[in-house]
């Protein structure tokens, strides 16, 4: 059974580890536990799993204002969608410069509006059947959302130093049925918008970001995910901020931001603003509750996602900082090494983690360093979904190649990637360099 404890006793409960320098850290430290207390019982768990690894894929970013901002949440009473969701949106929005931004359960979901929104406006020229041009390389729903609203993908390869898609390769892949470009910003690197926005001019084709791995990445000194007609983020735990669960749409387009407030709620229109169009439809007061424009989704976010994302903006500066720290001692020590090929940012990345592509001495060698990982207790994973057409979901797809996908496969073949976060991570960069170093030299 839940309890709820006065936040002033919560609060005593645990307090944040500063020092997580050692192979310990884990973020939060218990004190005095009330085992009966639920999310306290939850923290043990996470602090358990945590020491399986010397180096995790991702920690929780969150302290004790997040947890404090969910018990005074939930004592309000008030947990569906409601005015946290809008202050969160309202500080999202301006922290990106954007003129809209709309929160959902997820980033899949963000891109399942865009797409949505795209399609079934006649504001838009993309249509059952069209093409849009994607990477070889990125995440599955980024691309399910295509094949749901019937439109036909169009495979290009990725720059092998970027992880991005190749942007000297699209002009050619451009078809007569060519209608948009779904680009994505790999593991926190920005794609060359100056490029793609003049490839998208030039042919008269949306552009659509997905934004997902690279919240406070900057083109220029342009933010990532304001790019292009409309961009999606998401919260998920690994990610720059953590909501549980969470995603938002940013766009500067007012019938974009209508359409995916009407979808993500039963498609009905009472949550959009008096100006919009669809409000304009006459219908009396008594009908106007439950009048339905769009084919709609539940994909509402909760009052409780919103309050941990409005806590998270504030700390999001200072995760920068130190993720942007590990990005510089990685680089220092993995740049230089012909045994690898690591991300290059012609731009600021956010470093969502540090990827390697196996070479020279290593090449063909993944196997056997991952056994060293293991024993390491280094966290890995492939590079998102390595060569997206290798996966068996690609059955589903009606989709064509450009050219050849040569770098994604080689990055399905010879990649894997590991954690970047807000915690300094010296000497887990450093244990794997001196891993990865040492099997060099064996081969
Ligand atoms: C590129 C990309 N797009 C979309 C998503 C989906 O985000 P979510 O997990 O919030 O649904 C992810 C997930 O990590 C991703 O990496």
Known sequence: MLRI??????????????NHQNSDFIGIKLENVDNSFLPVKHLKKITK??????????????????????????????????????EFELEFAKMTGCKHAIMVNSGSSANLLIIAALTLSENYDLNKGD????????????????????????????????LNIDENKITKAITNKTKAIFGINVLGNPMNFGILEK?????????????????????????????????SHSFF???HIQTIEGGMITTDQDDISDYARCLRAHGWTRDLSNESDFRKI??????EKYMFALPGYNLRPNELN????????KKFQSFMTTRKQNSINFKNLFSDESFCIIQESEHESSWLGFSIILNGPLTNKRSHLIYELEKAKIEYRPIITGNFLKNPVINY?????????????????????????????????SKLYEITKKLSKFY
């Open 199 to 231: 490839i998208c001019n030039e042919h008269n084709l949306i552009l659509i970001e997905d934004n997902c791995e690279s919240m406070g990445a900057k083109y220029l000194t342009k933010a990532t995910g304001t790019f292009g007609i409309a961009a």
């Open 131 to 162: 093409e849009v041009i994607v990477p070889a390389l990125g995440w599955s729903t980024s691309y399910s959302p295509l094949l749901q609203y019937g439109l036909k993908l169009r495979f290009v390869d990725i720059n092998i130093n970027t």
């Open 237 to 239: 735990f690994s990610h």
């Open 49 to 86: 799993k945590n020491k399986k690894f010397f180096y995790p894929l991702a920690l929780s970013s969150w302290g004790e204002e997040e947890y404090k901002s969910i018990i005074d949440q939930l004592q309000s009473g008030k947990l569906t969608m409601g005015d946290k969701v809008k």
């Open 306 to 313: 919103a309050v941990t994302g409005l806590c998270q903006l």
């Open 282 to 287: 006459k219908i009396n007061k008594f009908k």
């Open 397 to 429: 797809y009606d989709y064509s190649i450009s050219e050849n996908l040569n770098n994604t496969e080689t990055v399905d073949n010879s990649g894997l990637y590991v954690g970047n976060y807000h915690c300094p991570l010296d000497s887990q960069i």
């Open 5 to 18: 404890l006065k936040p002033n006793f919560f609060m005593s409960t645990f307090t944040e580890n500063a």
